[in-house]
Every structure is written in C-alpha cells, then in structure tokens.
C-alpha cells in the first residue's frame, strides 16, 4: 500500500471542515446550494463552511470587506508566488444541468509558469477562465452537466496552474439548475448471453504485517512487545516499572546475555515494592486466559504474579530458580467484560529478577488465533490470503519467522511504526489458511531483499523433506511441503516510499533473476509482477512477460469529493474499469504479450480515509463504502475477462473489514457486503441492458446451483422503483436447460443512512435482511441500498 498516497488536490480539505457535518437530505431540498456563497457568515476569523489550508507566512487567507455585494468576500494575498485556495463543498443532483456563478476581482496577480486566480469546479467537467494583472469585479459563469456525479468542490484559487501572486477577492457564488433529466429505470436481464466466468480468486483478503491487523487482531496475544523491544517504563513501551519514581533505579537492561532480540530486563528488587505491568488488557466474559512467563534470578526468589481490574485481583506465586525457565499462569475468567485489566509481575525478595519473555492469552484461542476473529474470518470464505506485505515485505527477512517462537527476535516495524514479534511467521500463516481453508498467497522481498532469500522461501516452503531448506522446515516441525502455488515478486517497487525502490529499467532485470530462481526451485508456482499503470507497466510487460503469470495493479480511493454518495461509490468501479482498460491496451500495443493471457491481480483495493480509530490506519468504513465495494464487484464481474485475483486490503482493523477490539470483534460496514455477495451472488456473467440509471446493476448465474442473481446498487437518497424483464423466462447453462421457477429472494444490505457504521460490541446497524420477493416485474430498492436478488431455477 502507498505510504505516502498521491492525493488529488483538497482531499483532507473537505475531510476536516470545521462546520458541522451535514448530511446531504433525503430530499434534495438542498442541491446545487453553496453554503455561505456571499461569505457574509462569519464566526471570530472563521469564514463558516469554507476551508482553507493552515495559516502561513507565504500566503494570507482571510475575509475582506471589499465585497461585490454586502459587506464581505473571500481573500488571498500572497507576496510571493504561491499557492492558496478557499474551498466549499456542494450536492448536485445527478443527470443534471446546472449554472456556475461566481465574481472575481484582481490586484497585480502574477502566474508562473501560467495560470493565475480564478474558480475551478472539482467533479464535472468544465473549463473556467485565468485572471492576472489587476481588474474590478468580473462575473464568472459557466453551465455544465454532472452525468453520474451529485458532488462538487468549489474552489477559489489564487495559483491555478501553477504558483501566483498578488492580491484577489471572492464574492457572490452560486449554482441554478437549469433542468434535471426524468430517468424511468428498467432492467432487461438475458441469461443466455454469457460471458466468460468470474474467478472465485476475486473475493480474497490481503493481511499485513501493520498496526492492529494481525498482533491485537488476528492474533489472540494481550501481551504487547512480550519480548522487550522497548525497554520498560521508554517511550513507546507498553510496559511499566510500578514502585518507583525512576525506572532506572528499578530495572536495568541486560545486554550482554538477552534471552532473546538484543536485551532482557533486570527488575532491581528491595523485595516490596519494585513490579514490571502492562495496562488495558481485554478480558471476555466467560473466557479465562493462560500463559507463561519465561525468568529466572539472581537467588531462588518468589514472584508474584497478578492479573487484576479495580479490586477484582488474582493472584498467583511462582518459585524462580537461577536458570532461565518457562513457569506457566493461569487465570480464571471474570463474569463481565473487562477493557482495562493490569498484568503485573512482582518480586518478592531482595535480589535480581530477569524476564525473557511473556505471554498471555484467551484459553479460547486456536492455535494463537483469536476465536472471535477466526469466526469472521470464516464467514467471509475467502479463496485466498496475500501475506505478509504490503511495505513491510520490504524489509522483512522470513528467517525471523520461523523457529521456536519465544526466540525468534523482535525488530522495529521496517515500513510502518510499532513492534514486529515475529510470533506470526510462515508457520503460523500456513497454519491460519488451513484454518480458514483458504490458499496462502506470499509475497517475497525484492526490496532489501535477495534472490537466494527468495529462492530459499520457495523450497522452505515448497521442498520435499530431502532438501535443505525442506529438511529445515521439518525440523520446525511440517514436515509434508505446503505446495504454495502463488508468489509475488515484490511489491509496489516502483514508489520512492518503498525499501529497495529503483528505476524500472533496473526493477526488470531484478524481477526476470527472481523469477529465474524461484522457478528453477519450483517450475509450478505461479508468479505475480509488480504493476502500476503507466510507463511501469509497459516497460514490465514488455521485458518480464515471459516470466509473470499475473500482473499485480493497486488502488486506494478517498473522500476526496466531502460528500456526494453516488461519487463516492462510483470510484471504485470506475478505477477497476480504468485499469483493465489500460490492459486492454497494453495486449494491442506491445508484441511481447501476443498470445499470453497476463490478467491482472487487483492484490489492494478498497478506500482508505477518515481518523485511525482501530489503531494505525486502523479506519471506520460506512454504509456509503459497503456500496462502493458492493459496486466494485459489479465491476468485477464486468471485467471478468481482465481481472483473475482480487484481495481487499486489508481483512482485519488496517482498513480491514472486520474490525476489532481487545474484547470484540464485527464485520465492518465492508465485511457485510463481501460476505453477503461471497453466499449470494453468481460468478457467470449475463447481459444486462435496459436505462439502469440510477443504479449500478450486473447480472450473473451462480454455478452451484443455477439460480439468477442480480446485483442492484442504489447509490442515491430515493427509492427506485424498475421494471425487471428475464428474457425468455430459462436459459441454457453448461448443457442444462434451466427454467424460473418463480420462486425468489431479495437480500439488502442498508442502514438508517449512508454514513452508518457498525461497532464492535454493539448491535451491528448496517446489516443484510431477507425477505421473499413476490413480485419480480416490477422490484423496488430502497435509497442507499446494495440488493442481491436471487431467482430460483429447475
């Protein structure tokens, strides 16, 4: 994933607005309305509902009484050349036709290279004049139609293109509908025009190595940095000297024989007061917890250890001889939900308490994996996982991974902040996909990263027990090859964000040596290039074809918009249709992929804005992104030509659809719909014709059992009622006449509005219900609704 994401101009700038947040109304009373247009509205220095950047010294942004009309307008000056805007959000309706108005006046603006002051109009298509030098007040006004789009930012610039300078106001804007186009929706289905089979691959799941994703997600370990990266009581531990007004008069850091990573704490005990804790464990009804600590001590020594809430303390004693040993603990389960439980360990007599490691965890987990999550995980049916990166396979050397667990060492996070234990390495992702009956998906180091490192993973993973890295394996205890059959060379090399970055000239040959290696350990992987459209894509296709199996293409999309909900949703789609389009292309224009059938692996895809409140990147997703993922598949199945793998980044808190909790765990507005569509939706894809607006609508035949299916998407604020006509009434499916039985189902995924969001621990509010469909020529949808309707066969 992109660390650093390009942004399109004002993505955070809607985002953040200090008015409050508005949703548009149901009605659309409000469209095409530019709240406080005349910028009279003014709170302390505060020009309310317009947004402009921070406060700085190269460029004044302020409300001025030089005004076109009443008493204020919009400012930018700049002494130098810079760049400053004032920007406003605005609904419009879709398939519409509106006016722009806007006053403008200048003062010895000066552009370079080019551009100067003006307004810009972002979503529609439009072009706007550039004002330089110094005019009075000059009227501004275009018409425009906004097609599929009910969103636009308003934009008043001084820097248009470019940088600028001097001096210019802004007054008087506003929108008019000139008309608005009356859309009669009806759908025409014809099952028997078919295309060629979606791949179940579309519906995989991407996990990375990233804050709460896999240690605080995944993985059922409460303990944070169990093996001591941080030393206890620095910044950026979890862990704390309790007794003490220094932490270094308590404990001490041994460096000279680390039980395990580069240092082992030393508690300095007086035999009374000295403790090592770790705060806000998660603690379920109902579940006790085990695990173990691994010391020992200067003296045979007594060790409290206690796990405790409020006055709620358990308590256990422990005998610590001189020789590092794994005592096991045991806590019973509380009767309530705990957020906040404190694990201490407490020596009890004068002398020198090292402890190498710890570990605490629900008696409910299987083999490490939260039982909760696992459940969800479950549900999803994901065909396939990709792991461990993402950025972090960059920098990430799998030795680490593998080995007795409290051993293995821990290391800063190479891309992104916080500790990697290493807890979770191949063993435990294998693990995971057997769990899950999935199939793993590993992506290699082609950053800092060698080849033997590559080559070495492969038959680690892959090698019969006769050869070296498979008779290591076995010694770890798998002794059978797990016969991975997907592997990616790399990720996102082209970005100067990530470890390793080079030239494409240079990444070419680096990919074609991979391949080389990997291939020659395993003939019958199947390998994945780095992609991204554009001159990366061509130079990799050209010079790499003959050794990809698959092309790997990610895109994140934002909030850029700050409001619509049919521009929102429709990103997605529009960015999968993009990128296969551009593939299209590159099959018609470069020789080397004649008679190959290199499809793209979609292994990113989702949005990815809003606060971190599950942790890093950890963000909340809403109804308006179910519909938009719910849209994606649509497009998917569209392009089931171009796209053979998908895996939605990613599963679990990071952007995840499932989100989590110390002590609960949901499916995220997102994760209700790639369930829903997984169980519901077909995968053979059937003609769809008719006026569809406003709706995003697809059609497919799901193998299992020959049922119709329809996906029908209304990304809008009213109901939609459609005429629905099946052509012919039964089809032809793999040599079996199937008819309609009349019999159907329509499952809907909504909420109370599109910005509802479900919550761990609480009654999931955006959810699927289900109910018999006892009209199927004439169906309504409700607003900002994604509708699976299945039509039985016999």
Aim: net charge negative.
């Amino acid at each position: 994933m992109k660390k650093n994401n390009i942004v399109l101009f004002g993505i955070a700038v809607l985002c953040a607005c200090s008015v409050p947040k508005e949703r548009q109304p149901l009605t659309g009373g409000q469209w095409g309305e530019i709240k406080n247009g005349s910028a009279e509205e003014v709170v302390s220095s505060e020009v309310l509902y317009w947004q402009a950047p921070p406060a700085s010294k190269e460029v004044l942004h302020f409300y001025d009484a030089t005004a076109h009309d009443g008493t204020r307008s919009l400012c930018i000056s700049a002494d130098g050349l810079a760049n400053g805007y004032w920007n406003n959000r605005v609904n419009l309706k879709p398939w519409s036709k509106y006016r722009f108005k806007g006053w403008i006046k200048c003062e010895n603006v000066v552009a370079e290279p080019q551009g100067g002051a003006g307004f810009r109009l972002q979503g529609v298509e439009v072009q706007l004049p550039d004002f330089t030098g110094t005019q009075d007040w000059t009227l501004v006004s275009c018409d425009f139609e906004t097609g599929a789009n009910d969103c636009v930012i308003v934009s008043c610039l001084l820097g248009t293109e470019g940088k600028a300078k001097g001096k210019v106001w802004f007054d008087d804007l506003s929108f008019e509908c000139l008309g608005t186009e009356v859309i009669e929706t009806s759908i025409k289905v014809d099952p028997a025009e078919q295309k060629a089979e979606m791949s179940p691959y579309i519906y995989g799941q991407f996990i990375e190595h990233m804050g709460h994703c896999i240690y605080g997600g995944i993985w059922a370990e409460m303990l944070m940095d169990r093996k001591f990266w941080y030393a206890p009581g620095q910044k950026g531990s979890p862990w704390q000297i309790a007794g003490t007004d220094k932490a270094e008069e308590g404990l001490y850091m041994d460096e000279t024989a680390p039980y395990t990573g580069r240092h082992t704490p030393v508690l300095k005990s007086d035999g009374k007061r000295i403790a090592l804790k770790q705060t806000q464990l998660g603690l379920r009804p109902g579940i006790s917890c085990s695990g173990y600590i691994v010391m020992k001590a200067d003296r045979e020594m007594p060790v409290k250890v206690m796990l405790n809430y409020g006055s709620f303390i358990q308590e256990l004693s422990l005998e610590v001889g001189t020789t590092y040993r794994k005592y096991p603990v045991h806590f019973s389960a509380f009767d309530h939900k705990v957020k906040d439980a404190t694990f201490s360990i407490c020596p009890q007599k004068e002398g020198r308490l090292w402890i190498g490691t710890a570990s605490l965890m629900p008696d409910d987990h299987i083999d490490g994996f939260r039982a909760d999550v696992l459940a969800l995980l479950r549900g999803l049916k994901a065909p396939v996982y990709r792991w461990p990166g993402g950025n972090f396979v960059s920098g990430y050397d799998w030795h680490d991974g593998i080995g007795e667990r409290d051993k293995r060492p821990p290391r800063r996070n190479p891309a992104w902040t916080g500790v990697e234990s290493n807890d979770v390495g191949i063993h435990e992702f294998m693990r995971l996909c057997e769990l899950l009956d999935t199939e793993p998906y590993i992506a290699v180091n082609a950053g800092l990263g060698g080849v033997k490192e590559a080559a070495d993973e492969v038959e680690y993973c892959n090698g019969t027990e006769d050869t070296p890295m498979g008779k290591w394996r076995k010694q770890n205890g798998q002794a059978k090859p797990w016969k991975v059959k997907w592997w990616s060379v790399g990720n996102e090399m082209f970005g100067d964000w990530q470890l390793g970055f080079m030239s494409t000239e240079a990444f070419v040959k680096k990919h074609n040596s991979f391949a080389d290696a990997m291939w020659k350990v395993d003939s019958s992987i199947h390998l994945i290039a780095v992609g991204e459209v554009g001159r990366w894509d061509e130079m990799i296709l050209a010079n790499c074809a003959d050794r990809m199996d698959l092309v790997s293409e990610h895109f994140y999309c934002q909030d850029w918009h700050g409001g619509g909900l049919m521009t929102h949703v429709l990103q997605i789609p529009r960015n999968i249709r993009r990128i296969a389009e551009a593939h299209r292309g590159y099959r018609r224009d470069i020789p080397a992929l004649e008679g190959k059938d290199i499809r793209i692996c979609m292994d990113e895809w989702n949005y990815w804005y809003g606060p971190h409140i599950y942790g890093e990147l950890g963000t909340r997703y809403f109804l308006r992104d179910a519909l938009g993922i719910a849209a994606g598949l649509n497009e998917f199945l569209r392009q089931s030509d171009m796209v053979f793998m998908a895996n939605y980044a990613q599963t679990v808190n990071v952007i995840g659809c499932i989100k989590a909790t110390t002590t609960d765990a949901c499916y995220a507005s997102t994760g209700e719909v790639l369930k829903l569509y997984r169980e519901q939706f077909g995968t053979v894809p059937v003609k769809v014709d008719g006026e569809l607006r406003p709706l995003d609508v697809a059609a497919a035949i799901r193998s299992s059992d020959q049922a119709l299916t329809l996906s029908v998407i209304n990304p809008g604020w009213e109901e939609v009622t459609f005429d629905l006509d099946i052509l012919g009434g039964q089809f032809e499916y793999q040599a079996k006449t199937c008819r309609l039985n009349g019999v159907a189902t329509i499952y809907t995924l909504t909420g109370p509005d599109d910005m509802a969001y479900n919550t761990p621990g609480q009654e999931s509010v955006v959810k699927v219900s289900e109910k018999s469909l006892k009209n199927t020529k004439q169906v309504k949808v409700g607003p900002f609704s994604a509708n699976v309707i299945v039509l039985g066969t016999e």
